[in-house]
């Protein structure tokens, strides 16, 4: 696997994502920017927008292994990490692996599970490990969690708090699709399943050579004064309650690495800050108001112009 191989494999699985999913061609791109960045991803939106279509048609597109975790009040963190049991016959204890023992984990519904089991999760997607006992067991490579929560809802529910929602790369939502993609949707599965059968175009293995790759990106020294300047400034508005922390800087620059790759470029560009600044920062920021989320787009927008950016970026 070499450096200018990402963007042709990368079209091959956005490709093969679109059997599945009608229109959302951005968040094909940014799930891909957040499976080679080595992160994860904050689903934000009502139910049937297709989320669950998009993770399992990424994980068969990749050969992956997919688990689907629903997240209920009841549900506890060994049903996800797995626990260790006592086996009468030869007297030994041995380790039941849970479903996070996986390439792409769909968290459904995060936000209906306590803290505690929410919490669960953050060594997985921290240092991609789980610890039971004395004993740590490495996950799988790539190892993805797409967790999903659904905006409008406010009973029965505990809120990520702000520390959980730093440890997601990226913050994404689906949306509707526009009255032509609604269309097409109908027309392809009027008399197919909407669960299509996806062969995988890559393998895992294949995956896993690119997390390293897609480091070499350069990133100029102006690029990182404008992320920089760009999370100051955030943290400092009026009108910023907590602003981007330097785990966000960083996650930051790393995602405008992958994206730069997957549009072939070994090099980053101002406008890879800009497409990335959004799904980066959103779900991090504290605003004094409670806006909704088109009006904080906006208001993102409005602080995204203010800041120069550089002109100089090649190596």
Known sequence: MQYQDIAPLSKRIIGNIRKAVVGQEHVFEMLLTALFTGGHILLEDVPGTGKTTLARSLALSISGKFSRIQFTPDLL???ILGMTVFRQQSSTFEFLPG??????????????ATPRTQSALLECMQEKQVTEGNKTYPLASPFLVIATQNPVESQGVFPLPEAQLDRFLLCLSLGYPDHHASI?????FVHASVFPDIAPVVTK???????PLVRQC???????????????TLRNHSDVLLGPSPRAALALMHTTQS?????GRDFVIPDD????AFPVFMHRLVLRESLSRKDSMLWMTDVLKKVPSPTEVRP
Not at 205 to 211: M, T
Not at 218 to 232: A, P
Not at 259 to 263: E, H, Q, R, Y
């Open 77 to 79: 963190p060994s049903d």
């Open 99 to 112: 479903p996070v023992f996986c390439n792409i984990c769909l968290a459904d519904e995060i936000n209906r």
């Open 184 to 188: 097409q949707m109908m027309q392809r």
């Open 205 to 211: 293995e294949e995956i896993a050579e690119v997390l």
């Open 218 to 232: 350069y990133v100029s020294e102006d690029i990182m004064d404008y992320i920089v300047t760009l999370c100051e």
């Open 259 to 263: 994206l730069a790759a997957i549009s």
């Open 273 to 276: 800050v800009k497409t990335c």
